[in-house]
Protein backbone atom coordinates (compact mmCIF):
# COMPACT_ATOMS: atom_id res chain seq x y z
CA UNK A 1 0.00 0.00 0.00
CA UNK A 2 2.88 2.12 0.38
CA UNK A 3 4.35 4.29 -2.30
CA UNK A 4 5.79 7.20 -1.95
CA UNK A 5 4.16 9.43 -0.07
CA UNK A 6 1.49 6.96 0.85
CA UNK A 7 0.53 6.22 4.77
CA UNK A 8 0.85 2.60 4.25
CA UNK A 9 0.08 -0.46 2.66
CA UNK A 10 0.53 -0.91 -0.98
CA UNK A 11 2.92 0.49 -3.43
CA UNK A 12 1.90 1.57 -5.95
CA UNK A 13 2.55 -1.62 -8.50
CA UNK A 14 2.71 -3.09 -5.89
CA UNK A 15 1.86 -3.73 -6.81
CA UNK A 16 3.86 -3.20 -6.36
CA UNK A 17 0.76 -1.17 -6.81
CA UNK A 18 1.91 2.00 -6.61
CA UNK A 19 4.11 -0.63 -7.76
CA UNK A 20 2.56 1.67 -5.66
CA UNK A 21 4.84 -1.86 -10.67
CA UNK A 22 5.16 -2.28 -9.28
CA UNK A 23 7.35 -5.78 -8.52
CA UNK A 24 8.61 -9.39 -8.39
CA UNK A 25 9.59 -11.69 -5.98
CA UNK A 26 9.05 -15.44 -4.70
CA UNK A 27 7.61 -16.19 -1.48
CA UNK A 28 10.70 -17.09 1.08
CA UNK A 29 13.81 -16.24 -1.16
CA UNK A 30 16.01 -15.02 1.55
CA UNK A 31 17.59 -11.58 0.47
CA UNK A 32 21.35 -11.68 -0.63
CA UNK A 33 22.82 -8.56 1.62
CA UNK A 34 25.29 -6.75 -0.30
CA UNK A 35 28.90 -7.54 -0.25
CA UNK A 36 31.16 -7.42 2.55
CA UNK A 37 33.33 -4.19 1.52
CA UNK A 38 32.44 -1.25 3.47
CA UNK A 39 29.81 1.64 2.40
CA UNK A 40 30.66 3.95 -0.26
CA UNK A 41 31.55 7.62 1.03
CA UNK A 42 29.29 9.02 -1.36
CA UNK A 43 27.44 12.55 -0.22
CA UNK A 44 23.32 12.71 0.45
CA UNK A 45 22.51 15.58 -1.34
CA UNK A 46 22.49 19.02 0.39
CA UNK A 47 23.94 17.25 3.75
CA UNK A 48 27.73 16.74 3.03
CA UNK A 49 27.80 13.99 5.04
CA UNK A 50 28.83 10.26 3.55
CA UNK A 51 26.66 7.77 4.65
CA UNK A 52 28.92 5.68 7.06
CA UNK A 53 28.31 9.10 8.26
CA UNK A 54 24.48 9.38 8.40
CA UNK A 55 24.52 5.68 9.26
CA UNK A 56 26.48 6.82 13.07
CA UNK A 57 24.19 9.39 13.39
CA UNK A 58 21.27 7.59 12.86
CA UNK A 59 22.59 5.20 14.87
CA UNK A 60 22.22 7.50 18.17
CA UNK A 61 18.73 8.14 17.56
CA UNK A 62 17.42 4.59 16.88
CA UNK A 63 18.93 3.62 20.30
CA UNK A 64 17.61 7.03 21.77
CA UNK A 65 14.16 5.53 20.42
CA UNK A 66 14.88 2.19 22.03
CA UNK A 67 16.60 -0.06 19.86
CA UNK A 68 19.28 -2.08 20.87
CA UNK A 69 23.05 -1.77 19.78
CA UNK A 70 22.82 -5.51 18.51
CA UNK A 71 19.43 -5.35 16.69
CA UNK A 72 20.88 -2.21 14.43
CA UNK A 73 24.35 -3.13 14.06
CA UNK A 74 22.76 -6.56 12.88
CA UNK A 75 20.50 -4.23 10.48
CA UNK A 76 22.61 -2.47 9.16
CA UNK A 77 25.56 -4.76 8.30
CA UNK A 78 26.23 -4.41 4.70
CA UNK A 79 23.76 -1.97 4.03
CA UNK A 80 24.52 0.54 1.26
CA UNK A 81 22.56 2.99 -0.66
CA UNK A 82 20.51 1.50 -3.34
CA UNK A 83 20.44 3.41 -6.34
CA UNK A 84 17.45 1.78 -7.65
CA UNK A 85 15.31 3.69 -5.35
CA UNK A 86 15.08 6.84 -6.83
CA UNK A 87 14.61 5.26 -10.20
CA UNK A 88 11.18 3.34 -8.90
CA UNK A 89 10.24 6.77 -6.95
CA UNK A 90 9.54 8.02 -10.57
CA UNK A 91 8.15 5.41 -12.49
CA UNK A 92 5.26 4.32 -10.36
CA UNK A 93 2.62 2.84 -12.62
CA UNK A 94 -0.17 4.80 -10.79
CA UNK A 95 1.36 8.14 -11.98
CA UNK A 96 4.00 7.12 -14.93
CA UNK A 97 1.13 4.96 -17.08
CA UNK A 98 -2.09 6.22 -18.66
CA UNK A 99 -5.08 5.13 -16.80
CA UNK A 100 -6.10 2.66 -18.98
CA UNK A 101 -2.51 0.85 -19.77
CA UNK A 102 -2.18 0.56 -15.79
CA UNK A 103 -5.81 -1.04 -15.38
CA UNK A 104 -5.09 -3.36 -18.39
CA UNK A 105 -2.55 -4.78 -15.98
CA UNK A 106 -3.60 -4.23 -12.89
CA UNK A 107 -7.28 -5.93 -13.43
CA UNK A 108 -6.43 -8.29 -16.54
CA UNK A 109 -8.14 -11.43 -17.47
CA UNK A 110 -5.77 -13.62 -15.79
CA UNK A 111 -6.02 -11.42 -12.40
CA UNK A 112 -9.80 -11.47 -12.28
CA UNK A 113 -9.72 -15.39 -12.50
CA UNK A 114 -7.41 -16.48 -10.33
CA UNK A 115 -8.84 -14.02 -7.60
CA UNK A 116 -12.08 -15.92 -8.29
CA UNK A 117 -10.15 -18.99 -7.40
CA UNK A 118 -8.76 -17.43 -4.39
CA UNK A 119 -11.95 -15.98 -3.21
CA UNK A 120 -13.30 -19.62 -3.15
CA UNK A 121 -10.34 -21.18 -1.85
CA UNK A 122 -10.24 -18.68 1.04
CA UNK A 123 -13.59 -18.28 1.87
CA UNK A 124 -14.27 -19.59 5.58
CA UNK A 125 -11.16 -17.14 5.87
CA UNK A 126 -12.88 -14.03 4.22
CA UNK A 127 -16.27 -15.53 6.14
CA UNK A 128 -14.57 -14.34 9.03
CA UNK A 129 -13.07 -11.17 8.07
CA UNK A 130 -16.25 -9.61 7.10
CA UNK A 131 -17.81 -10.49 10.31
CA UNK A 132 -15.03 -9.15 12.38
CA UNK A 133 -14.16 -5.77 10.38
CA UNK A 134 -16.78 -5.31 8.42
CA UNK A 135 -14.77 -5.17 5.18
CA UNK A 136 -16.11 -6.85 2.29
CA UNK A 137 -13.96 -9.92 1.27
CA UNK A 138 -14.29 -8.53 -2.88
CA UNK A 139 -12.46 -5.23 -1.81
CA UNK A 140 -10.34 -7.28 0.62
CA UNK A 141 -9.54 -10.01 -2.28
CA UNK A 142 -8.86 -6.57 -4.88
CA UNK A 143 -5.94 -5.00 -2.53
CA UNK A 144 -4.55 -8.65 -2.30
CA UNK A 145 -4.81 -9.31 -5.95
CA UNK A 146 -3.43 -5.48 -7.36
CA UNK A 147 -0.47 -5.62 -4.04
CA UNK A 148 1.27 -8.88 -4.95
CA UNK A 149 -1.08 -10.67 -7.24
CA UNK A 150 -2.30 -12.75 -4.22
CA UNK A 151 0.73 -13.76 -2.47
CA UNK A 152 2.92 -14.56 -5.69
CA UNK A 153 4.88 -11.14 -5.80
CA UNK A 154 5.71 -9.57 -2.15
CA UNK A 155 8.83 -7.88 -3.06
CA UNK A 156 12.40 -9.17 -2.26
CA UNK A 157 14.57 -5.34 -1.69
CA UNK A 158 15.82 -5.89 1.80
CA UNK A 159 13.83 -3.57 3.65
CA UNK A 160 16.49 -1.62 5.98
CA UNK A 161 18.49 -0.76 2.66
CA UNK A 162 15.35 0.74 1.01
CA UNK A 163 14.20 2.51 3.41
CA UNK A 164 17.90 3.84 4.54
CA UNK A 165 18.88 4.88 1.50
CA UNK A 166 15.49 6.91 1.82
CA UNK A 167 15.85 8.70 4.52
CA UNK A 168 19.42 9.08 3.24
CA UNK A 169 18.78 10.96 0.22
CA UNK A 170 16.11 11.94 -1.80
CA UNK A 171 13.00 13.48 -2.00
CA UNK A 172 11.42 11.71 0.91
CA UNK A 173 13.65 11.67 3.92
CA UNK A 174 11.01 12.63 6.66
CA UNK A 175 9.42 9.24 5.35
CA UNK A 176 12.11 7.10 5.13
CA UNK A 177 13.43 8.25 8.60
CA UNK A 178 10.04 7.41 9.92
CA UNK A 179 9.51 4.08 8.39
CA UNK A 180 12.90 3.21 8.97
CA UNK A 181 12.54 3.38 13.34
CA UNK A 182 9.60 1.47 12.36
CA UNK A 183 11.47 -1.27 10.51
CA UNK A 184 13.96 -1.26 13.47
CA UNK A 185 10.80 -1.73 15.99
CA UNK A 186 9.62 -5.34 14.19
CA UNK A 187 13.66 -6.54 14.31
CA UNK A 188 13.59 -5.33 17.69
CA UNK A 189 10.29 -7.17 18.34
CA UNK A 190 11.79 -10.76 16.74
CA UNK A 191 8.66 -10.32 14.48
CA UNK A 192 10.90 -10.44 11.49
CA UNK A 193 14.77 -11.76 10.96
CA UNK A 194 16.92 -9.65 8.89
CA UNK A 195 17.29 -12.46 6.23
CA UNK A 196 13.80 -12.47 5.53
CA UNK A 197 12.86 -8.78 5.93
CA UNK A 198 11.99 -8.28 2.36
CA UNK A 199 9.71 -6.06 0.43
CA UNK A 200 8.79 -3.45 -2.14
CA UNK A 201 11.11 -0.53 -2.89
CA UNK A 202 9.64 1.48 -0.89
CA UNK A 203 9.50 -0.23 2.06
CA UNK A 204 6.15 -2.06 2.04
CA UNK A 205 5.97 -5.86 3.35
CA UNK A 206 3.65 -8.92 3.30
CA UNK A 207 0.55 -9.92 0.60
CA UNK A 208 -1.13 -6.86 1.31
CA UNK A 209 1.95 -4.86 1.08
CA UNK A 210 1.62 -2.29 4.44
CA UNK A 211 4.07 0.47 5.58
CA UNK A 212 6.21 -0.97 8.84
CA UNK A 213 4.92 1.87 10.58
CA UNK A 214 1.18 0.26 9.47
CA UNK A 215 2.33 -3.03 10.33
CA UNK A 216 3.38 -2.10 13.87
CA UNK A 217 -0.09 -0.73 14.59
CA UNK A 218 -2.83 -2.63 12.47
CA UNK A 219 -0.92 -6.35 11.73
CA UNK A 220 -3.13 -8.60 12.82
CA UNK A 221 -2.46 -12.98 14.23
CA UNK A 222 -5.40 -13.61 12.62
CA UNK A 223 -4.39 -17.36 13.08
CA UNK A 224 -3.23 -17.57 16.86
CA UNK A 225 0.56 -18.77 16.11
CA UNK A 226 1.67 -15.81 18.13
CA UNK A 227 2.91 -14.26 15.06
CA UNK A 228 1.88 -11.69 12.65
CA UNK A 229 3.45 -13.03 9.54
CA UNK A 230 2.07 -10.65 6.27
CA UNK A 231 5.07 -12.58 4.50
CA UNK A 232 3.52 -16.31 3.85
CA UNK A 233 0.13 -16.25 6.23
CA UNK A 234 -2.90 -14.99 3.91
CA UNK A 235 -4.80 -14.79 6.68
CA UNK A 236 -2.40 -12.67 9.07
CA UNK A 237 -2.56 -10.61 5.99
CA UNK A 238 -6.06 -10.12 4.64
CA UNK A 239 -6.73 -9.43 8.16
CA UNK A 240 -4.35 -6.90 9.09
CA UNK A 241 -5.41 -4.40 5.42
CA UNK A 242 -8.91 -5.37 6.85
CA UNK A 243 -8.17 -3.62 10.60
CA UNK A 244 -6.71 -0.96 8.75
CA UNK A 245 -9.62 0.09 6.33
CA UNK A 246 -11.60 -0.24 9.17
CA UNK A 247 -9.34 2.07 11.02
CA UNK A 248 -9.80 4.77 8.13
CA UNK A 249 -13.88 4.03 8.67
CA UNK A 250 -14.13 1.90 6.19
CA UNK A 251 -18.33 1.86 5.50
CA UNK A 252 -19.82 -1.98 5.70
CA UNK A 253 -22.50 -2.75 2.59
CA UNK A 254 -21.12 -0.19 0.31
CA UNK A 255 -19.12 -0.32 -2.51
CA UNK A 256 -15.64 1.26 -3.60
CA UNK A 257 -17.02 2.24 -7.17
CA UNK A 258 -19.61 1.85 -10.02
CA UNK A 259 -19.16 2.41 -13.67
CA UNK A 260 -21.99 5.13 -15.22
CA UNK A 261 -23.14 6.53 -17.89
CA UNK A 262 -24.00 10.17 -18.42
CA UNK A 263 -26.03 11.87 -20.11
CA UNK A 264 -25.57 14.08 -23.15
CA UNK A 265 -26.28 17.47 -21.59
CA UNK A 266 -24.32 16.43 -18.28
CA UNK A 267 -22.88 19.64 -16.40
CA UNK A 268 -19.09 18.35 -16.15
CA UNK A 269 -18.42 21.48 -13.85
CA UNK A 270 -20.25 19.25 -11.51
CA UNK A 271 -17.76 16.34 -11.55
CA UNK A 272 -15.02 16.05 -9.17
CA UNK A 273 -13.75 13.38 -7.09
CA UNK A 274 -14.76 15.41 -3.95
CA UNK A 275 -18.34 16.79 -5.03
CA UNK A 276 -20.14 14.56 -3.31
CA UNK A 277 -24.27 14.55 -3.39
CA UNK A 278 -27.14 11.90 -2.90
CA UNK A 279 -27.39 9.52 -5.42
CA UNK A 280 -30.94 10.29 -5.98
CA UNK A 281 -30.16 13.66 -7.27
CA UNK A 282 -27.22 12.41 -10.15
CA UNK A 283 -30.25 10.03 -10.93
CA UNK A 284 -32.16 13.03 -11.35
CA UNK A 285 -29.88 14.18 -13.67
CA UNK A 286 -29.82 11.53 -16.00
CA UNK A 287 -26.54 9.75 -14.60
CA UNK A 288 -27.43 6.00 -14.64
CA UNK A 289 -24.97 3.02 -14.05
CA UNK A 290 -23.85 1.02 -16.35
CA UNK A 291 -26.12 -1.37 -18.55
CA UNK A 292 -29.24 0.50 -16.60
CA UNK A 293 -28.29 -1.59 -13.06
CA UNK A 294 -30.25 -0.13 -10.09
CA UNK A 295 -28.04 2.09 -8.27
CA UNK A 296 -29.62 1.09 -4.92
CA UNK A 297 -29.31 2.79 -1.72
CA UNK A 298 -29.76 6.47 -3.26
CA UNK A 299 -29.31 8.21 -0.25
CA UNK A 300 -25.77 7.29 -0.58
CA UNK A 301 -23.59 9.70 -1.47
CA UNK A 302 -21.59 9.72 -4.66
CA UNK A 303 -19.46 11.37 -6.90
CA UNK A 304 -18.87 11.61 -10.31
CA UNK A 305 -14.97 11.39 -12.23
CA UNK A 306 -13.90 10.83 -15.05
CA UNK A 307 -10.51 9.74 -15.14
CA UNK A 308 -9.68 9.67 -18.79
CA UNK A 309 -11.79 13.01 -19.78
CA UNK A 310 -15.39 13.20 -20.83
CA UNK A 311 -14.42 10.87 -23.83
CA UNK A 312 -13.52 8.36 -21.65
CA UNK A 313 -15.47 6.18 -18.66
CA UNK A 314 -17.18 7.86 -15.89
CA UNK A 315 -17.37 6.40 -12.56
CA UNK A 316 -19.61 7.08 -9.58
CA UNK A 317 -17.39 6.83 -6.66
CA UNK A 318 -18.16 6.26 -2.59
CA UNK A 319 -16.91 7.52 0.69
CA UNK A 320 -15.35 4.05 0.59
CA UNK A 321 -13.02 5.47 -2.42
CA UNK A 322 -11.53 7.39 -0.31
CA UNK A 323 -10.55 5.15 2.44
CA UNK A 324 -9.19 2.80 -0.54
CA UNK A 325 -7.26 6.05 -1.54
CA UNK A 326 -5.91 6.35 2.35
CA UNK A 327 -4.35 3.07 1.89
CA UNK A 328 -2.53 4.40 -1.50
CA UNK A 329 -3.14 7.73 -2.22
CA UNK A 330 -3.36 7.19 -6.01
CA UNK A 331 -6.48 7.71 -7.49
CA UNK A 332 -5.42 4.71 -9.95
CA UNK A 333 -4.88 2.64 -7.53
CA UNK A 334 -8.53 2.97 -6.00
CA UNK A 335 -9.77 2.48 -9.23
CA UNK A 336 -8.53 -0.76 -10.18
CA UNK A 337 -8.84 -1.78 -6.42
CA UNK A 338 -13.10 -0.61 -6.89
CA UNK A 339 -12.69 -2.44 -10.52
CA UNK A 340 -11.28 -5.19 -9.42
CA UNK A 341 -13.54 -5.90 -6.56
CA UNK A 342 -17.00 -5.39 -8.58
CA UNK A 343 -15.10 -8.15 -11.43
CA UNK A 344 -14.56 -10.60 -8.05
CA UNK A 345 -18.42 -10.01 -7.35
CA UNK A 346 -20.07 -10.98 -10.58
CA UNK A 347 -19.61 -7.31 -12.92
CA UNK A 348 -18.50 -7.62 -16.91
CA UNK A 349 -15.90 -5.52 -17.95
CA UNK A 350 -16.65 -1.72 -18.85
CA UNK A 351 -18.81 -0.31 -21.09
CA UNK A 352 -17.30 2.97 -22.34
CA UNK A 353 -14.10 2.22 -23.95
CA UNK A 354 -11.19 3.98 -22.90
CA UNK A 355 -10.05 6.84 -25.66
CA UNK A 356 -6.61 4.83 -26.30
CA UNK A 357 -5.97 6.97 -29.55
CA UNK A 358 -5.76 10.05 -27.19
CA UNK A 359 -2.47 11.25 -26.90
CA UNK A 360 -0.81 11.89 -23.30
CA UNK A 361 1.33 14.67 -21.57
CA UNK A 362 4.78 13.41 -20.80
CA UNK A 363 5.81 14.06 -17.34
CA UNK A 364 7.76 16.92 -18.21
CA UNK A 365 4.32 18.69 -19.96
CA UNK A 366 2.37 18.19 -17.14
CA UNK A 367 4.94 20.01 -14.99
CA UNK A 368 4.82 22.83 -17.65
CA UNK A 369 0.90 22.69 -17.15
CA UNK A 370 0.94 23.20 -13.76
CA UNK A 371 3.79 25.75 -13.48
CA UNK A 372 1.36 27.86 -15.89
CA UNK A 373 -1.58 27.04 -13.57
CA UNK A 374 -0.01 28.14 -10.59
CA UNK A 375 1.34 31.28 -12.19
CA UNK A 376 -2.81 31.79 -12.99
CA UNK A 377 -2.70 31.30 -9.09
CA UNK A 378 -4.10 27.94 -9.08
CA UNK A 379 -3.28 25.52 -6.29
CA UNK A 380 -1.88 21.88 -8.51
CA UNK A 381 0.02 21.01 -5.25
CA UNK A 382 3.17 21.38 -7.16
CA UNK A 383 4.94 20.87 -9.93
CA UNK A 384 5.51 17.52 -10.02
CA UNK A 385 4.30 16.01 -13.20
CA UNK A 386 1.71 13.83 -11.33
CA UNK A 387 -2.14 14.74 -12.00
CA UNK A 388 -3.87 14.81 -8.57
CA UNK A 389 -7.03 16.27 -7.36
CA UNK A 390 -5.40 19.39 -6.89
CA UNK A 391 -4.94 19.58 -10.71
CA UNK A 392 -7.65 18.32 -11.84
CA UNK A 393 -9.95 21.20 -9.78
CA UNK A 394 -7.38 24.11 -11.24
CA UNK A 395 -7.37 22.27 -15.00
CA UNK A 396 -11.28 22.32 -14.69
CA UNK A 397 -11.60 25.72 -13.32
CA UNK A 398 -8.71 27.06 -16.23
CA UNK A 399 -11.40 25.18 -18.69
CA UNK A 400 -14.52 26.86 -17.07
CA UNK A 401 -12.36 30.30 -18.15
CA UNK A 402 -11.61 29.03 -21.43
CA UNK A 403 -15.16 27.96 -22.74
CA UNK A 404 -13.57 24.43 -22.65
CA UNK A 405 -15.61 21.28 -21.72
CA UNK A 406 -14.55 21.44 -17.90
CA UNK A 407 -13.53 17.96 -17.42
CA UNK A 408 -10.89 18.49 -15.15
CA UNK A 409 -8.66 16.27 -17.63
CA UNK A 410 -5.13 17.39 -18.37
CA UNK A 411 -4.92 17.18 -21.95
CA UNK A 412 -2.61 18.45 -24.72
CA UNK A 413 -5.46 20.76 -26.26
CA UNK A 414 -5.96 22.31 -22.00
CA UNK A 415 -1.23 22.71 -22.83
CA UNK A 416 -1.55 24.19 -25.77
CA UNK A 417 -4.64 26.59 -24.67
CA UNK A 418 -2.57 27.48 -21.84
CA UNK A 419 0.11 27.99 -24.24
CA UNK A 420 -1.55 30.35 -26.50
CA UNK A 421 -3.06 32.54 -23.76
CA UNK A 422 0.43 33.33 -21.83
CA UNK A 423 1.91 34.58 -25.22
Request: aromatic share 8%.
Amino acid sequence: MAAAGTFAVCLPGSRIGSDLGKWAAVLGVLVVLAASSPAPRVAAAGTGKSFNQWVSEFRIEALAAGISAAVFDRAFRKVRPDPAIARSDVSQPEFARTIWDYLDKAVSARRVSVGRRKLRQTAATLNKLEKRFGVSRYALAAIWGVESAYGRIIGRKYVIRSLATAAYRGRRQAFGRRELLAALAMLERGDVTPGKFVGSWAGAVGQTQMLPSAYNKFAVDFDGDKRRDVWTTPGDALASAANLLRSFNWRAGEPVLHEIVLPKDFNYRLSGIDKFRPVSQWAAMGVVRARRIAFGATTRPGAVILPAGAKGPAFMIYRNFHVVRLYNKSTAYALAVGHLANRLRGDRPLVTAWPRRQKRLSIMQLRELQQRLIRRGADTGGADGRVGPKTRRAVSVFQQQADMVADGHPSPAVLERLRRDDL
